[in-house]
């Protein structure tokens, strides 16, 4: 991982098209602002973490039925 | 009576007391906003939570108490408006003060061992039926938590 250390009001860049500033440095908490294309998806890593668990979860759904009934689905 | 048709069911009949309302759907599925609640006793405790839009889209799900017994929920106050626009306080079914909530935790597959979504449940409101994915903030649970011993 590479490590930089900014104060607020400082900048760095990710590649031609991405900027992430530091807005703010509270006491627990930095404020970030990031200019990016449109077609760059920026989130909360929870939220990240979040969609790709779901994505997954709904393609294991039918992997986990037929573990949990066999190929019964008879069992309403 | 209502029926759904169901990939994983077949064709269902439910009463529309058994609808859940996503108001804002899930993360990468925010299209979905209504789901079923189906526990066939045969698989208890599992629940499953199949969507009413698509037939496909089913999530299996285990009750947060089953996955955890001393799960400490943490709401967002933005989801906290979801569940309850009045601002009351949201406590587990049984409890007498406050929104009672229903929670449940995602299962996936990690690899092919079965995990839980502990970082971010389903809270379901009972006495309305809305419900709201709570991504926590901190990073006190894991999202792959592993329920092999609960699942298989």
Redesign the interface.
Known sequence: MLIIRRKAGEAFHIGDSIEVEILEVGTNQVKIGIKAPREIAVLRNEVFLTESQNKAAAAAASALLSRLTGADKSGM | MPQADT????L?EYVEDDVIEFPVG????EQETSFLL?T????KP?VFLQSLGRSE????TLPLEVVDPNYQLSVSAEDSKILSPAGQTLTAVGQADGVQVECLA?????GSR?TA?L??PLVINRATRRAV?A???D?TYS??HPVEEL??
Do not use: D
């Open positions: 990939q994983q069911f077949g269902i899930l993360p990468a599925f189906i066939p006793l045969k698989t599992l889209l089913c999530f299996v995602i299962i996936s597959l990690t079965p979504n970082l971010a994915q991504i926590r903030l990073n999202h792959q699942v298989c």
